[in-house]
């Protein structure tokens, strides 16, 4: 008796096997197996080799020098992938080969042509089974938002003012950075908020901090128009030298919904009064990037994929794309994503309502 409740109790765990052993996916190792039920990372990779296999030492867990040799392990039921942007394309299409649910950090691949590639491979095995790693659709602000949207209480959205802003960045960062790298957040959750597709990207940028790298326009204002005419502005100020600070403001025609921000002690001390800021995005967003990973391994348990998929990540790369060239061009970019196959529609139907 003893003996098959063990087995049932094994069953029930979905064994994952994660590649990327950098920082995101030491987090993703300890937020799994040292913090979130129903799930277990039991074996990690690394193209880095032999990198990955020191890593899984360190956590007690299997380790593989060839990435590829673990996600076609049976014994592995789920794959994550926290490596380079670069060789997401690789880990993800190797996934669904194996048939296999996998969650993708953001980007899903730096490329929209990328992207697509993936796509194909999930309409060519009849299934969704990739995840994209956009939490902020988690987040309980972002949701209280969409939920008062979604209400039609406050009548149709007309307009968004947002920001998106860090203390600092590396010195490595340039201008498309800001974009395809930073607002990629806002590009996809605001476009889950309103559930409309862009239309065009526009980015304009007024006088630069003198901080921050040499080059670098900061800040940077995207400004995009959905299909159904609402207009959204967003600030992205990656070198405030402050904190990190997330935005989001929405015009309706019979109300303004602001997202909270979540609430943290106030303390006077010091002759000062005030609260705490948030200095990095694992900070403000702890609880969301708790909450994704706890889906998707209830998702893939159950046999399905929820959440943001391989379409959204296409969607969000194609909009980052026509914003860098609006950037390099200082033109407003048409933004054009193909038709939407079959197997990503029915769950994208966009709100009623006329532009004005």
Not at 101 to 120: G, S, W
């Amino acid at each position: 008796m003893e003996k098959s409740m063990e087995k049932k109790k094994k069953e029930d765990i979905l064994r994952i096997g994660l590649v990327g052993t950098g920082t995101i996916g030491r987090a993703h190792i300890e937020r799994v197996n040292m913090k979130l039920q129903g799930g277990r990372v039991t074996a990690c990779a690394d193209p880095a080799g032999e990198f990955g296999v020191e890593v899984a030492r360190q956590f007690g867990i299997r380790g593989y020098a060839n990435p590829a040799d673990m996600i076609n392990d049976p014994d592995i039921d789920a794959v994550m992938c926290a490596a380079a942007d670069e060789r997401h394309e690789e880990y993800v299409l190797a996934s669904i080969k194996a048939g296999k649910f996998v969650f993708c950090e953001k980007p899903l691949a730096p490329k929209a042509d990328a992207c697509k590639r993936i796509v194909d491979a999930e309409v060519a095995a009849g299934r969704k089974l990739a995840r994209v790693g956009f939490m902020r659709r988690y987040d309980s602000g972002y949701l209280q938002l969409k939920a008062a949207i979604d209400s039609g209480k406050y009548g149709l959205p007309l307009l968004l003012h947002c920001a998106h802003r860090n203390p600092s960045v590396p010195d490595t960062w340039d201008n498309s950075m800001a974009v395809e790298n930073s607002l990629v957040h806002e590009i996809d959750v605001l476009r889950w908020l309103l559930g409309e597709d862009y239309a065009s990207a526009e980015v304009r940028c007024g006088k630069s901090s003198r901080r921050g790298p040499s080059g670098l326009r900061d800040p940077q204002v995207l400004i995009l128009v959905t299909k159904l005419g609402v207009r959204i502005d967003v600030e992205s100020y990656v070198n405030n030298h402050n904190d990190y600070d997330i935005k989001c403001e929405v015009v309706c025609e019979d109300a303004v919904l602001n997202m909270p921000k979540p609430s943290r002690i106030s303390v006077n001390a010091g002759a000062f009064a005030g609260q705490g800021m948030y200095t990095d995005c694992y900070q403000r967003f702890g609880d969301a990037y708790d909450d994704e990973i706890r889906a998707w391994i209830s998702a893939s348990k159950e046999g399905f994929a929820d959440g943001p998929d391989a379409w959204d990540g296409y969607a969000c790369q194609v909009a980052a794309a026509a914003a860098s060239r609006a950037r390099e061009t200082q033109t407003v970019v048409e933004i054009a994503y193909g038709e939407t196959p079959a197997l990503y529609r029915g769950e994208r139907a966009e709100r009623k309502g006329a532009t004005s």
